[in-house]
């Protein structure tokens, strides 16, 4: 993310570290896909992986939604 003159050279880099669901196969039956999101869907991780049971993307941005409320009113103090 951020430097999309270099999207195509960048995609052949990075490629074989894209999260999918080979790779979450290689780690174990009780692992957890966790991303800060924004993700770059079908880059960086697989639609596959983000909307499946083990995903817990949408969670930890809510998490993540409360902890930069906190943050903000103590701030403000």
């Given at each position: 993310m951020?430097?999309?003159e270099e999207v195509k050279e960048?995609?052949?880099?990075f490629r074989p570290f894209q999260v999918?669901?080979?790779?979450?196969?290689?780690t174990g039956k009780k692992t957890l896909f966790m991303?800060?999101?924004p993700a770059e869907r079908?880059?960086?991780?697989?639609?596959?992986v983000v909307e499946?049971?083990?995903s817990i993307?949408?969670?930890q941005a809510e998490?993540?939604?409360?902890?930069?409320?906190?943050?903000m009113i103590k701030l403000s103090e």
């Open positions: 951020g430097q999309k960048r995609e052949k880099i999918n669901q080979d790779l979450m196969n290689l991303h800060c999101l079908d880059r960086e991780v697989t639609d596959e499946a049971d083990y993307v949408f969670d998490n993540r939604l409360h902890i930069q409320n906190a943050i």
